[in-house]
């Protein structure tokens, strides 16, 4: 019986042995392979936060290592970069990416990861703030947000703080209309991406084909049928317009409360029809022509939607804002998120994404530059607004508080959520 | 273990004795512990977290007070109607679409019965998101299907709209679910004695009574497994109604994703998902009682 | 049958027509409803989005045949690295749950120990679960311990969201799926062939790797077929504990916002005829239908 066994059982051990040496192998390789890098593999690895959350910034900011670390986690919006790839230009660039990201990538030597992610300043803030609040890495290098939402982020201590010295293009070509700013007066924290307006987007096509008249005023929207129109989920902006569009100057110090209230009670019958709020998911709603008529951000459609898609400065006037580059505190890779920001303020670069994207460009004298890229626009008035638009444009990013908070009350209950 | 060459069979059984009152824990351990961890400990945290106030940059309190919940029923009664409403006429659907198809598979089928079933279950090999995507190609305002009714044949107004209504979202839920309504019906139907049918017969019962009184009653177990593997998911759903709907066909799946994910208000979004939570459970003991059978677990 | 039976009413023959003629059109139909969106993916993944040619960003309407999606499948940013961090987390998912699923398929069905019955509870709650309660719940469990009081607690932080997180998640809900598939196979297991192999002098481990684990590797394929494909397409779960790091699935429903490329379609027809040759091979092999 022993010999028995012992024939049975010994191939049997060699054959585990190798068994079991085989999946070792095939374990270890394939945790070799898991995928992505940096801070968001291993659960609970804080990268370096410098701070406890909560707590003032350091007095002068830490001297930045000068290795250049990556892949850069690049979060912004939708079409504001030059997104121009091509499939005719599949040999040089793969249809979905961008000119200057290639460039930086090929200056540096570093990858980038560049995704439009950010739909709305509040959803996208909202993602990383556990993390913010935990002082944890919140997988971001660079984001691009708004001004109210960036004085937000920067009074509660949630960006990295910039090395001036890394940045000499920001500092030396940065637009003076942008520089001072209240709530960060020595671009420590943040520099500008692009300045933009909000305004009327409308298709030429749908317009002709059911007999609208083109529109020039905001009250022009209210006449499309609403489950044909969009306005925008960023609460300033679509509050904003429907107080011009009543004859309200959208002031935060004069608006109040009962104005806030008139602006509902307009919105709101539209809403019961079929209005939507989006963000920059406009485009797909134009692409698949479900809408006629959105309000819109001045740049989207003349850079990525179809050619009868057209953006109006309504005769009342448009909103203002900026956008602007910050690094979230924890980021990974600052020193390559500031090599970043300092490269799309080289004025090449930043006419050939303002040629692009159709914004307001925070760099000094690109005019020339735009001129010889693409002859004609810079007479364009989403590069360069004329004085008229100028003067008609209205700010309503900083709210004080109570005032906001009627108003998001107000808009959570138009948008449904 | 102890060493490859064992003893006498004897020792053997009794060795395997001793070891076999653990054998059953050991083996479970890995496994059970893992769901504790992830499934049980985490509705528990939820549940506390239901019961707590505060928001994400202050911090949260356990105080065990029940604001959540009134608030969130209060305020979003609306979607969880809209989630009853869609999931409730979306499981309905798959039952009068999928009775039949199943009935036919099962009893019609003869060589082509795998060919079917694999043509039925085909709709999983692709990704549910792009399922989704190419309904929101089809029932495009300008797409194949209104496209033509519009403009060719002239019979509908030109600004119709179906997708960011009711209709499309439960169209989306009803063609997602199909599939796991027809199964279960399939495979009860398909265990059917057919001599109990031709018994019927033999006792001068018609076609449509032998249907009525036996063929459906003995279908009922899939019945029940089909309509809880459409309703359960269904209730659940947000990507239908944010993908094919607007926010006024928004279910309780957009709000509570809604609630954790961009206003990071987690005792509301605990709330409301363990409102839903128990209120699947209680439709589900309700209907299983409803329809006389215990068959809950397998 | 028999000769007993009674002469069809009109109702019967009405029934019995229908049957016979609405009842396979009406199937006819109902399938094809099914199969609609995998032939419009099929045929829109053909479709020309060029934007240099005015075609826009989103494959929604039919412009041109173009074989530049199939000819570049990988080629919009972030796909490829989506596409190999779902296949990657898929296979780990589907060893780890089957595994673990195994082996509580086998205790369950093998032995009778006390608390049977809860155990086979814990692992219905799962699959009754609604993926967002199950989602979300882990969602707040996982941010939970990055904040005080269980951040300065022995509980490890997981956090923040990445690779792990979606790991443990899908781990989480594939085994219930992998215990119902293993144990539907093991019941109809015959105990007597092991009996048998320890008759002939075979120990336990002997037993279980020569007889009992040939005879139940069909079991254990089909459930972890079940797990790889629940994983890899899996959205809602993955998108409340994903963070910033893509699965294919969260970086479809990213991407649709901006534009359509006609790659997710290539993918999508990748996917779909690889698991249909799967099928089918599995059928030929055997030459019997898989159940």
């Known amino acids: 019986m022993n010999e028995f066994e012992k024939k049975i059982t010994a191939p049997v051990s060699r054959r585990v042995f190798i068994h079991g040496a085989g999946l070792a192998g095939a374990a270890a390789f394939l945790a070799a392979c898991a995928p992505g890098g940096g801070a968001t593999t291993a659960p609970g690895a804080t990268v370096t936060p410098t701070t406890a959350p909560g707590a003032t910034p350091a007095p002068t900011p830490e001297p930045t290592p000068k290795t250049i670390s990556g892949p850069l986690k690049f979060a912004n919006w939708t079409a504001y970069i030059d997104l121009v790839g091509a499939a005719s230009d599949a040999g040089e660039y793969s249809p979905g990416s961008s000119p ?37 890495a919140t997988g971001w290098d660079l984001i691009v947000i708004t001004d109210w939402m960036a004085a937000k982020v920067i009074a509660s201590g949630w960006a990295e703080k910039l090395d001036q010295k890394n940045v000499p293009n920001c500092v030396a070509n940065l637009r003076d209309p942008l520089k001072n700013q209240v709530w960060d007066p020595g671009n420590d924290y943040h520099y500008s991406w692009q300045s933009g307006m909000t305004g009327i987007g409308y298709n030429t096509t749908a317009y002709k084909e059911n007999g609208l008249a083109d529109p020039t005023k905001l009250a022009d929207l209210w006449k499309v049928p609403p489950n044909k129109l969009t306005f925008l989920s960023e609460s300033r902006d679509t509050f904003g317009l429907a107080l011009l569009k009543l004859g309200i100057k959208a002031d935060p110090a004069t608006v109040t409360d009962a104005d806030l209230q008139k602006v509902y009670d307009d919105i709101k019958p539209l809403v019961d029809k079929g209005l939507r709020f989006t963000g920059n998911d406009y485009l797909q709603d134009f692409g698949q022509k479900k809408v006629w008529a959105a309000m819109v951000w001045s740049g989207d459609l003349a850079s990525s939607a179809g050619e009868d898609d057209v953006f109006v400065f309504p005769e009342e006037g448009t909103m203002i804002w900026t956008d602007n580059m910050l690094i979230p505190k924890g980021a990974a890779n600052k020193y390559t998120a500031e090599l970043m920001m300092d490269f799309v303020y080289e004025p090449e670069i930043a006419a050939s994404i303002a040629d692009w994207i159709y914004y307001v460009s925070p760099v000094k004298g690109i005019g020339d530059l735009i001129k010889e890229l693409d002859p004609g626009a810079e007479e364009n008035p989403l590069l360069f607004p004329t004085d008229e638009i100028v003067a008609k444009q209205q700010n309503f990013q900083f709210l004080p508080e109570a005032l906001e908070s009627k108003m998001n009350e107000l808009f959570a209950d138009l948008s449904g959520l | 273990m102890s060493g490859a060459a064992s003893g006498s069979p004897r020792r053997l059984r009794a060795w395997r004795n001793r070891l076999g009152g653990a054998t059953p824990y050991i083996l479970l351990a890995p496994g059970i512990l893992w769901l504790l961890a992830f499934y049980i400990v985490p509705v528990g945290q939820m549940f506390l977290f239901s019961v707590s106030t505060g928001k994400l940059e202050t911090g949260f309190q356990l105080t065990f007070g029940l604001d959540a919940y009134t608030n969130s029923l209060t305020r979003y009664g609306e979607q969880f109607g809209h989630s009853l409403l869609y999931g409730g006429i979306a499981t309905t659907l798959t039952l009068l679409i999928g009775f039949p198809v199943a009935y036919t598979i099962a009893f019609r089928g003869g060589r082509y019965k795998n060919l079917l079933l694999f043509l039925v279950i085909a709709p999983f090999f692709t990704s549910f998101l792009i399922r989704t995507i190419s309904w929101k190609i089809l029932l495009g305002d300008e797409g194949p299907l209104l496209g033509p009714l519009k403009h060719v044949l002239g019979i509908i107004p030109a600004d119709t709209s179906l997708i960011s209504t009711p209709i499309a979202v439960i169209a989306g839920l009803t063609y997602n679910f199909l599939p796991f309504m027809i199964l279960p019906l399939y495979v009860a139907l398909e265990k059917i004695d057919l001599r109990l049918i031709e018994a019927a017969y033999d006792l001068y019962a018609s076609r449509w009574e032998a249907f009525r009184r036996v063929t459906l009653p003995l279908a009922l177990p899939g019945v029940f497994a089909g309509t809880l593997l459409t309703f359960i998911p269904s209730m659940g759903d947000f990507v239908n109604a944010q993908l094919l709907g607007s926010p006024k066909t928004a279910m309780i799946g957009n709000v509570i994703q809604n609630q954790f994910l961009i206003q990071n208000d987690y005792p509301t979004a605990a709330a409301l998902s363990f409102v839903l939570m128990i209120g699947i459970l209680v439709t589900v003991l309700a209907y299983a009682r409803f329809l006389g059978t215990e068959q809950l677990t397998g | ?58 494959n929604y309407q039919w412009h041109a045949f173009s074989l530049e999606a199939w000819l570049h499948p990988l080629d919009w940013p972030g796909l490829g690295d989506s596409l190999y961090a779902s296949l990657w987390i898929a296979v780990m998912s589907t060893i780890a749950a089957t595994i673990l699923g195994t082996l509580i398929g086998l205790a369950l069905t093998r032995y009778a120990f006390k608390g049977r019955g809860a155990i086979n509870s814990l692992i219905f709650l799962p699959m009754a679960t609604p993926e967002l309660v199950m989602g979300s719940s882990l969602g707040i469990m996982f941010v939970a311990t990055a904040l005080p009081p269980l951040r300065d607690s022995p509980v490890p932080t997981l956090f923040p969201f990445g690779i792990s997180t979606i790991l443990i998640a899908h781990i989480m809900f594939n085994i219930s799926y992998v215990v119902v598939t293993v144990k539907a196979r093991l019941a109809g297991f015959d105990r007597r062939l092991e009996e048998a192999a320890m008759d002939l002098g075979a120990n336990e481990w002997t037993t279980f790797w020569r007889v009992t684990f040939p005879l139940i590797f069909p079991g254990i394929m089909a459930a972890a077929l079940l797990a790889f494909s629940l994983s890899i397409d899996d959205f809602i779960i993955t998108s409340f504990v994903s963070g910033t790091q893509n699965t294919f699935p969260i970086w479809v429903y990213g991407i649709i916002r901006n534009a359509l490329p006609p790659q997710i379609n290539v993918i999508g027809s990748i996917i779909f005829l ?16 898989p159940r």
């Open chain 3, 274 to 289: 690889v698991a249909v040759l799967a099928v089918a091979s599995s059928t030929l092999r055997t030459g019997r239908p």
């Open chain 3, 1 to 58: 049958m028999t000769t007993l039976r009674t002469k069809p009413s009109p109702t019967g023959r009405l029934m019995r027509a229908f049957e016979r003629r609405a009842l396979p059109v009406f199937t006819v139909l109902a399938i094809g409803y099914l199969l609609v969106p995998i032939v419009v993916m099929f045929v829109f993944s053909f479709n020309r989005v060029d934007q240099t040619l005015g075609d826009g960003k989103f």
């Open chain 1, 100 to 136: 200057a990201i290639e460039a930086f990538k090929q200056k540096y030597g570093v990858e980038v990861d560049y995704e439009e992610k950010i739909d709305d300043n509040n959803s996208f803030i909202a993602t990383i703030k556990p993390a913010l609040v935990a002082g944890l």
